[in-house]
């Protein structure tokens, strides 16, 4: 049995349970982090926790928390391997459903692991690419807070799942933004491009990195406006999060992307994110 932290507490799995009165519960009024361990190492942990910061600050919950300590400690009560950590924190229990809150209220703070694949022992030939649809971005403007109001992201992925794709890429007044739970690149004669990071996209911790990278190694990058046509023409086309890595993208809506396989560039910066991810292992980096 899984061990979760709730509110304080490290309980097993069965035994964690919220108020119906949770605004969490009631309204998704709460945000969230995923944060890979790898080997109860937390991959790029304060950003992750910077991030946490952030999204808390802009929907107004005060909660400060040692979260290194918190997440670090589940992690090892749960074995420590490689394991996804899911980290949500409500506005907490109103004891009523009313849309206002009082600010006094105590956060509920919930956190809970799960077994996920060690990207950085994988090689390339492991990581088999997807195909993807375009469809409309339905979501709020403040898609840089991490909020678990995500019913657009899930039904634009079920939809996507349904028509036999992996992936949804988001698209709003004709400018890609995002896929339904990852970032978006692509590459162009040998360019490597994203959409500008805005309201409009989460600021992904793989996508800083991937163009932290690219800086390092001398790849050109941009971060620009893409539009549809622009996707379609691209040479390659990658999704990344902290928990898939950088996935390569093969067909979208049925228009083969490239030569329709894993790219060169992709290859190079598959590399480069595996070969940081052992550094960071090794605690050299
Ligand atoms: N999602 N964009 C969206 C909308 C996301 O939900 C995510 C991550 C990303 C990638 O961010 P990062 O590189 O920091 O993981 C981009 C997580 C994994 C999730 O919701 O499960």
């Not at 507490?9 to 605004?23: G, M, T, W």
């Not at 944060?35 to 107004?60: C, K, M, T, W």
């Not at 349904?162 to 890429?169: L, R, S």
């Not at 500008?196 to 001398?218: F, H, M, P, V």
Request: hydrophobic share 40%.
């Amino acid at each position: 049995m899984n061990t979760v932290y709730l509110n304080g507490e490290y309980i097993p799995e069965d035994q964690a349970k919220i108020s119906v009165f949770d605004r969490g519960f009631l309204f998704g009024d709460s945000v969230y982090e995923v944060i890979p361990f790898y080997q109860g190492v937390g991959f790029r942990l304060q950003e992750h926790i910077d991030r946490l910061n952030h999204s808390l600050r802009a929907v107004r919950i005060s909660c400060e928390m040692d979260w290194a300590q918190i997440l670090g400690d589940l992690v090892e009560k749960n074995g420590g391997g490689n394991l996804s950590v899911y980290l949500q924190i409500t506005r907490g229990d109103a004891g009523k459903r009313s849309h206002v809150y009082d600010e006094g209220l105590q956060p509920t703070v919930f956190a809970c692991c799960s077994e996920i694949k060690d990207i950085w022992q994988a090689g390339a030939d492991d990581i088999l690419p997807i195909k993807a649809m375009v469809m409309e971005d339905l979501r709020w403007h403040r898609c840089d807070i991490k909020s678990t109001c995500l019913l657009p992201n899930i039904l634009v992925l079920q939809q996507a799942n349904d028509e036999g794709v992996q992936e949804a890429i988001l698209s709003r007044d004709d400018r890609l933004t995002e896929g339904s739970a990852c970032n978006l690149f692509l590459v162009k004669r040998g360019v490597l491009f994203t959409p500008k990071r805005s309201s409009e996209i989460l600021g992904g911790i793989t996508r800083e990195l991937i163009l932290e990278l690219a800086d390092e190694y001398g790849i050109q990058y941009q971060e620009v406006d893409v539009d549809y046509d622009r996707l379609l023409a691209a040479d390659e086309v990658w999704v990344s999060s902290s928990t898939r890595g950088i996935i390569p993208v093969i067909e979208v809506d049925g228009h083969q992307i490239g030569d329709g396989n894993k790219g060169p560039m992709w290859h190079k910066m598959f590399e480069l994110f595996v070969t940081f991810q052992r550094k960071l292992m090794r605690g050299t980096k």
